[in-house]
């Protein structure tokens, strides 16, 4: 954009009522620019929005992207859709294996199909490091050698991935896609801190930890996220991929350590064993970032001031513990 | 296997009326095992099965793949699912984007969820060379760098093999992925040749030829690729991945070549332009096929002898040409 001209632009985010999603979205609004929210609630939350629910420049659909029909008549009148919506449970695929291939690729073919069809130009999508599988390559650069997926929402990520890059080759949209690390911060709803805190605001004295506490992570907080995000709402390429995390990693060891320390616990450790904390579990997760610092953007938060954030916010906010009403 | 001994097994093939399909189930009705076939018939024809038709070890099953409950209830009580249905249809893709979503992937879905619940142990798939895009590395090994899909279908079929790899790390199945290039020989429905062959029974002195004829590509004899394919039957490995081609390619302007000597006719060519046939079009496509080599088959055919081979065919077998009744 020239300097000194200020576009707001008409927004699409769906899974805006998600963690990452949410806190996108109030950024969005603050920046001036006009918000649809779709979400299907299955895991977004209202209390996510905060004071912005009702907010003059927000729209919220309530509708699932597995229904073409429905979205393509919702996904209109928007030039950028933050595609955010997905079944993020990794580690319970094989519970419901429908699940990743509905919520993750047919969503993603339904989005893509709606802005087709309503001449939507451009997608923001949000994928992720899993998609790497075990390579064995680390820390992991965006053209790493073609990888084998290891679960059902990698596998379902890359597909999304594929399907984006195909509509971006038919000269249908632009599109930037970002590979995450995990994401930590306000709203986190699900991941190993809420698993670990919800054990131990429960028995402060023992702690179960899957696999053997060596397994090796990158964390991003969802405002160094959300930066990139923001950053792609317009782009001068047709098609860019970004690892997104940080330069350095934790264990879950080292997690622990903080989690506890800042609760104020010191329970014994009980470990399930193996360098997996569950099949499809990488044990060790490290995208290479240079691509995405070259183009500005720098993560702002170490994994530890991360880490040590998100345990008081839930300290603050144990309804994101609770089950959903 | 140990020498000596002979298994007869119980294998599925999808798409197995289809040009590839009946070449294998007619080998394996020739190596004594017992073969069901599952087709819906949208391309498949049930001239392809010649005499063999009504051979007591087959059986015909009239379902489409994208409907998860005929799928479950059909691929039933069989040792390996071939799973070769597709749509491949490559250049028509943006004329109905659906239908490599449909066909590709959720038909793959669907395959390998009632494989998972009817405890079905091994898949072999065929994927194709256009998942590595528009790569840089030629001749491309299977380790190539990260691919950027072109075409829907490339996108479908790579979302289709990362789905087929999560199920092996999740121990449900075994699997092997061939890469192929383009296959050639006896019931070849349609590609280049057909659409040549139609155009010059049709008027002989002129023949009209998308892209600028440079594009390189390798093909493949269909007798080589059930080779590959009958190999991996069964398979020591939890999980390979192949390309299967020949080591040399050619020109669009060699086979029209090839072909118009074979009809003894003489036309003037015209050229739509460009290095693209099409949207997706990889203007050069060429496997490198070390790894497969290293296992012990080979290619038999050259391109050329295969050209040559499909052109007679297809002289012999004009009712390929007409639309299916």
């Given at each position: 954009?020239?300097?000194?001209?200020?576009?707001?632009?008409?927004?699409?985010?769906?899974?805006?009522?998600?963690?990452?999603?949410?806190?996108?979205?109030?950024?969005?609004?603050?920046?001036?620019?006009?918000?649809?929210?779709?979400?299907?609630?299955?895991?977004?939350?209202?209390?996510?929005?905060?004071?912005?629910?009702?907010?003059?420049?927000?729209?919220?659909?309530?509708?699932?992207?597995?229904?073409?029909?429905?979205?393509?008549?919702?996904?209109?009148?928007?030039?950028?859709?933050?595609?955010?919506?997905?079944?993020?449970?990794?580690?319970?695929?094989?519970?419901?294996?429908?699940?990743?291939?509905?919520?993750?690729?047919?969503?993603?073919?339904?989005?893509?199909?709606?802005?087709?069809?309503?001449?939507?130009?451009?997608?923001?999508?949000?994928?992720?490091?899993?998609?790497?599988?075990?390579?064995?390559?680390?820390?992991?650069?965006?053209?790493a050698p073609f990888p084998i997926q290891t679960s059902l929402y990698g596998a379902s990520k890359l597909a999304a991935e594929a399907l984006i890059q195909a509509y971006v080759e038919g000269g249908l949209v632009t599109?930037?896609?970002?590979?995450?690390?995990?994401?930590?911060?306000?709203?986190?709803?699900?991941?190993?801190?809420?698993?670990?805190?919800?054990?131990?605001?429960?028995?402060?004295?023992?702690?179960?930890?899957?696999?053997?506490?060596?397994?090796?992570?990158?964390?991003?907080?969802?405002?160094?996220?959300?930066?990139?995000?923001?950053?792609?709402?317009?782009?001068?390429?047709?098609?860019?991929?970004?690892?997104?995390?940080?330069?350095?990693?934790?264990?879950?060891?080292?997690?622990?350590?903080?989690?506890?320390?800042?609760?104020?616990?010191?329970?014994?450790?009980?470990?399930?064993?193996?360098?997996?904390?569950?099949?499809?579990?990488?044990?060790?997760?490290?995208?290479?970032?240079?691509?995405?610092?070259?183009?500005?953007?720098?993560?702002?938060?170490?994994?530890?001031?991360?880490?040590?954030?998100?345990?008081?916010?839930?300290?603050?906010?144990?309804?994101?513990?609770?089950?959903?009403?």
């Amino acid at each position: 954009m020239p300097k000194g001209t200020i576009y707001y632009v008409k927004i699409a985010v769906t899974g805006g009522a998600g963690f990452i999603g949410s806190n996108l979205v109030l950024r969005l609004l603050n920046d001036g620019h006009y918000v649809t929210i779709i979400d299907n609630f299955s895991t977004g939350r209202i209390e996510n929005l905060g004071d912005d629910l009702h907010h003059p420049r927000l729209v919220i659909n309530r509708i699932d992207l597995t229904d073409g029909d429905a979205t393509c008549k919702t996904l209109t009148d928007v030039d950028v859709v933050y595609h955010l919506a997905a079944n993020a449970d990794v580690r319970d695929g094989w519970k419901h294996p429908r699940k990743d291939h509905e919520q993750n690729i047919m969503a993603t073919h339904n989005v893509l199909e709606a802005m087709r069809l309503n001449s939507i130009p451009r997608i923001v999508f949000s994928s992720t490091g899993s998609v790497y599988g075990e390579t064995k390559v680390v820390p992991t650069p965006e053209n790493a050698p073609f990888p084998i997926q290891t679960s059902l929402y990698g596998a379902s990520k890359l597909a999304a991935e594929a399907l984006i890059q195909a509509y971006v080759e038919g000269g249908l949209v632009t599109a930037t896609i970002f590979r995450f690390v995990s994401i930590l911060g306000p709203r986190y709803s699900h991941g190993h801190i809420t698993d670990f805190m919800r054990q131990l605001l429960r028995n402060p004295d023992e702690l179960m930890v899957l696999g053997d506490g060596s397994q090796t992570k990158s964390y991003l907080h969802v405002n160094d996220c959300v930066d990139a995000l923001v950053n792609h709402l317009v782009s001068r390429d047709k098609m860019c991929t970004y690892n997104l995390g940080v330069d350095h990693t934790i264990t879950v060891h080292d997690s622990i350590g903080w989690i506890t320390a800042e609760m104020g616990l010191t329970p014994t450790l009980k470990f399930s064993g193996g360098n997996q904390g569950w099949i499809g579990d990488n044990p060790l997760i490290h995208l290479d970032i240079a691509a995405i610092r070259k183009s500005g953007w720098e993560p702002k938060y170490s994994i530890k001031e991360s880490v040590i954030e998100t345990t008081r916010w839930i300290l603050a906010n144990r309804w994101v513990l609770e089950p959903k009403a």
